[in-house]
C-alpha cells in the first residue's frame, strides 16, 4: 500500500484548501492531523465499500471528504478555516472496509504528511 498526500500550504483564516490523498488502489482512507506535542487527532474518513463518511465534531460541516476512484485519490476539501486546523495532516489505510477515525489503532498505512498553516 502506497499512500500520498499533498495539498497543503498557508492560507489566511476563514480560507479553504483541498488536500489529496494519492493511492495506489481503492481503500477505505482516513485523515488525521498532528500538532508537535499534542496526540494524533483524526479528522475524516471515507469507507471503502459504501462511501460512507465520518468526521469529528471538530470539523463537521466545513470538511468534505470525496473520493475519485477512477483516479484512486481522496480528497479533503477544507473550508472556513482556523488557527486551530493548523497541522500536518496525514492520509491512512489499513485492513478494513468501514472506517472510523475515533481511532487510529487499525490505521496501518501512512502517508508522509502535508503541512495546513492557517494566519490568523
Known amino acids: 500500500v502506497q499512500l500520498q498526500a499533498s495539498g497543503g500550504g498557508l492560507v489566511q483564516f476563514g480560507g479553504s484548501l483541498r488536500l489529496s490523498c494519492a493511492a495506489n488502489g481503492v481503500y477505505a482512507i482516513g485523515w488525521f492531523r498532528q500538532v508537535p506535542g499534542k496526540e494524533r487527532e483524526g479528522v475524516a474518513c471515507?469507507?471503502?465499500?459504501?462511501?460512507?463518511?465520518y468526521y469529528s465534531d471538530s470539523v463537521k460541516g466545513r470538511f468534505t471528504i470525496s473520493r475519485d476512484n477512477a483516479l484512486l485519490t481522496v480528497y479533503l476539501q477544507m473550508h472556513s478555516l482556523k488557527p486551530e486546523d493548523a497541522a500536518v495532516y496525514y492520509c491512512?489505510?489499513?485492513?478494513?472496509?468501514?472506517?472510523?477515525?475515533?481511532?487510529?489503532?487499525?490505521?496501518?498505512?501512512w502517508g508522509q504528511g502535508t503541512q495546513v498553516t492557517v494566519s490568523s
Open positions: 471515507i469507507s471503502k465499500s459504501d462511501e460512507s463518511t
Open positions: 491512512a489505510t489499513g485492513d478494513f472496509s468501514v472506517c472510523t477515525v475515533k481511532s487510529d489503532t487499525y490505521y496501518t498505512y
